[in-house]
């Protein structure tokens, strides 16, 4: 797909909805700002309605940064199994749930994430913790249409497998992990890797500023929205991962070693525009 087929000019008579329902499961009491660079992002990257759910203190955060956002508060400092009923309820109407950033590594927040993972038939971009949780319990991929978006250390626990600096070993073992799993992988780096187990894509964009955080939640944010214009999930990976990245550039360019993650939300319009 080129980039005009994933954002094809607009029909006048188009509404909400046609341009995909993101819905955010990320936070937690010490991690309040993932939700914010999740949604941002993916509302920046054109998707129509954006719901943000999570623990409270990092749902009240997020209704306070921008009126743009829809939050649910769930009762305590982190994810827990009985959240997850009203998760999935809640999923219902939406394209895609993006889940992961921020959500902490309690026992009882995995067994939460495993549980949503395995009763979702939606497609799913499953990042940071959300590996983590799905590292315990692999099975749990099969079937579904999810992205996965670690750095080398996620891949790692993912995997069990460490990759070296060179792209051909990186290349390898993403394919062929991405076909055991069943699922489309994106390997964070200087050059990002990605893999469906059959094709493989690099990205080349970024700066050596974005090693801050945040970096990925943005990205997760625009693969959200990208995903729930019902893009093929290797094309919305690659398209996500080249936003991300030249906006991290041309933020990087205005910020130098000031720059924070939230500087390129202003950035990734500038990059769909062009």
Not at 68 to 87: A, Q
Not at 125 to 142: H, M, N, S
């Amino acid at each position: 797909m080129s980039p005009k087929e994933i954002y094809p000019k607009r029909n006048v008579w188009t509404h909400k909805g046609e341009h995909g329902y993101v819905l955010i499961l990320a936070g937690s009491k010490r991690y309040s700002g993932s939700p914010v660079f999740n949604a941002v992002s993916a509302m920046r990257a054109g998707a129509d309605l954006i719901t943000c759910v999570g623990p409270e203190r990092a749902m009240d955060i997020a209704a306070g940064f921008f009126p743009d956002m829809i939050c649910h508060p769930l009762v305590g400092d982190f994810l827990k199994p009985k959240h997850v009923p009203f998760v999935l309820n809640l999923f219902g109407k939406f394209d895609v749930l993006v889940l992961g950033c921020g959500l902490g590594r309690a026992p009882q927040t995995f067994k939460a994430i495993q549980e949503i993972i395995s009763k979702l038939e939606k497609p799913m971009v499953i990042d940071a913790d959300g590996i983590r949780a799905v590292a315990e319990k692999k099975e749990i991929l099969r079937g579904k249409t999810a992205v996965l978006t670690p750095h080398i250390i996620e891949f790692e626990i993912l995997t069990g497998e460490k990759v070296k600096p060179e792209v051909k070993d990186r290349a390898e073992k993403v394919k062929k992990w991405a076909g055991i799993l069943g699922c489309t992988i994106l390997l964070k780096g200087h050059i990002d890797v990605i893999s469906d187990g059959k094709r493989i894509v690099l990205n080349k964009t970024g700066s050596p500023f974005m090693t801050k955080g945040g970096f990925g939640d943005t990205l997760s944010g625009v693969l959200g929205a990208i995903l729930a214009r019902r893009v093929p999930p290797i094309v919305a990976a690659k398209a996500a991962a080249f936003i991300n990245g030249k906006a991290g550039e041309m933020a990087s360019k205005k910020y130098g070693e000031g720059m924070m993650a939230s500087d390129i939300f202003e950035f990734i319009p500038r990059v769909i525009k062009k």
